[in-house]
């Protein structure tokens, strides 16, 4: 079982920055923390969910989506089992409702999909 807490979402106006995190708990991430890959997804309101971004708790590589490489960065603290996102630059377009997810895997993950291990989400609004 993993269980994934996300934070830090809120109001931002345009340019701004947002950091989110996400706390990672339960019995199965705990015993393999360092076999997981985390990572980011978001929502936008009438759109599919897109990638943001993927970390390997191993080795600490990174996928990013084009999109966003820029001006986000995703990051990780083992010891505490969280994993952060940093926002810069934010646009409007960035508005979403943004996802933690979890998957065993070694790799950074490249796409997130339903059968992975997902939080409740953390809405971030960029306003002009």
């Known amino acids: 079982q993993v269980q994934l807490v996300e934070s830090g979402g809120g109001l931002v106006q345009a340019g701004g920055s947002l950091r989110l995190s996400c706390a990672a708990s339960?019995?199965?991430?705990?015993?393999?923390?360092?076999?997981?890959?985390m990572g980011w997804s978001r929502q936008a309101p009438g759109m599919e969910r897109e990638f943001v971004a993927g970390?390997?708790?191993?080795?600490?590589?990174?996928n990013v989506a084009d999109s966003v490489k820029a001006r986000f960065t995703v990051s990780k603290d083992n010891a505490k089992n969280i994993l952060y996102l940093q926002m810069n630059s934010l646009m409007l377009e960035d508005k979403a409702v943004y996802y933690c997810?979890?998957?065993?895997?070694?790799?950074?993950?490249?796409?997130?999909?339903?059968?992975?291990?997902w939080g409740q989400g953390t809405l971030v609004t960029v306003s002009s």
């Open positions: 997810a979890a998957r065993g895997s070694l790799s950074p993950v490249v796409t997130w999909n339903a059968l992975d291990a």
């Open positions: 339960g019995r199965t991430f705990s015993s393999y923390a360092l076999g997981y890959s």
């Open positions: 970390i390997s708790r191993f080795s600490g590589r990174t």
